[in-house]
C-alpha cells in the first residue's frame, strides 16, 4: 500500500490532481515525473510511477497515441529500468486496448449493416470481450442469420470457459 510518506510524493500527486484536465497536460506530467524521479528509495518511486500512468490512462480521455506519448516524455526522467520497464508495459496495454476499441466497433458496425440494428446484450458482450473472443467472433458472424443467433454464440461460449 502506498502511503505519503513526504512532501515530495505528495506534491507530485497534488501537482498531477490539480491539472490532470488541463489543456497543457504534457508539461505537468513531465513536472509530476520529475518530481518522483528525485524519491530515492527506487520501490517507492516505481509505485508511484505505476499509481500515476494508471490514472493518467484511465482519467484523461485521450487517443492512444497522446497518452502513450505522455508516457515516453516522462519516463526520459527515470535511471531506474524497473520504472521503464512499467511504463511501457502500460504503453502496450494502452495499444492493445485501442486495437479492442476497434475491432469492436468494426464488428457492431458490421452487425447493424448487416441486420439493420444492435442489441443492447450484444454492444455489452462486444464492449467487455478480451481480443481472443473477438476475433472468434468475428470468425462466425457469417454463420448468423440474425442477431439472436450472434446472442445465442455469446450465450454458448461463455458455457465453454
Known amino acids: 500500500m502506498l502511503l505519503l510518506g ?3 510524493e505528495l506534491g507530485a500527486v497534488l501537482h ?3 491539472h490532470i484536465f488541463d489543456m497543457d497536460f504534457g508539461e505537468h506530467l513531465v513536472r509530476t515525473m520529475e518530481i518522483l524521479s528525485r524519491i530515492r528509495e527506487p520501490q517507492t518511486a516505481l509505485e508511484f510511477l505505476e499509481l500515476v500512468l494508471r490514472y493518467v490512462y484511465h482519467a484523461r480521455n ?6 502513450r506519448k505522455y508516457i515516453v516524455q516522462g519516463i526520459e526522467y527515470f535511471d531506474n529500468e524497473k520504472a521503464k520497464e512499467a511504463a511501457m508495459t502500460l504503453a502496450e496495454r494502452i495499444e492493445r486496448r485501442g486495437e ?12 447493424r449493416k448487416r441486420f439493420g440494428g444492435m442489441t443492447p446484450v450484444l454492444e455489452k458482450r462486444l464492449t467487455d470481450a478480451d481480443l481472443d473472443m473477438l476475433n472468434r467472433f468475428g470468425d ?3 454463420d448468423f442469420r440474425n442477431l439472436k443467433e450472434a446472442e445465442k454464440w455469446w450465450d ?6
Not at 62 to 67: G, K, L, M, N
Not at 156 to 161: D, V
Open 100 to 111: 479492442k476499441i476497434g475491432i469492436s466497433s468494426a464488428y457492431e458496425r458490421l452487425l
Open 16 to 18: 498531477l490532481f490539480r
Open 6 to 8: 513526504n512532501c515530495m
Open 140 to 142: 462466425s458472424i457469417p
Open 156 to 161: 454458448e461460449q461463455g458455457t465453454e470457459h
Open 62 to 67: 485521450d487517443d492512444e497515441d497522446t497518452v
